[in-house]
């Protein structure tokens, strides 16, 4: 029998199995203890109110509960988990029409990243933060999620494809027409 404290050494992964093996909700506990806080913050950025930001991951780890036997382990747990939130609010926000979509914001912190180095991201760089902020609401949700899962959480192509389970060239294809779409309502609006 394990303890509790052999429990808390486990690996994401080997929890999730553990889980998944036998539907133990104390165990899964531990696993939202871990990412409670990463979920509401994710959701928070979606909703930008507090109380709607908790309905939201409280809704996500219970679809998470019994979605987790689909978690196959391509990919680290966490990065499935962004992407199984990002899903979740972008839907979110999707279904709830305009009302919802405006309050649909994106911190300061989530774009900061913005500016990698690289190939292609020339035109991020001289972009304003607060422009920058504006011209992301502008935008649909899923080419705002492509670009935080790439340039906001630092997801490899190969981690993006993972978890939005498809190919290499459909994930640059999709952040270029991301990135070309946020560049063109920026110039739009900004210059």
Known sequence: MKTLNDINKLSDEDLVKAIVKTNNTLLFEILYDRYAGLVFNKCYGFSKDEDEAKDLAQDVFLKLFVKLGSFKGKSKFSTWLYAFTYNHCVNYVTRNTAKKFEKQSVDYKDIENLSEDDDDDDGFVNMRVDRLKEALELISPEEKMILLLKYQDGLSIREIESVLD?????????????????LKVYNEKFN
Do not use: C, N, P, Q
Request: proline share 0%; net charge positive; hydrophobic share 40%.
């Open 166 to 182: 498809i190919g290499e060239s459909a994930v640059k294809m999709r952040i270029k027409r991301a990135k070309d779409k946020l």
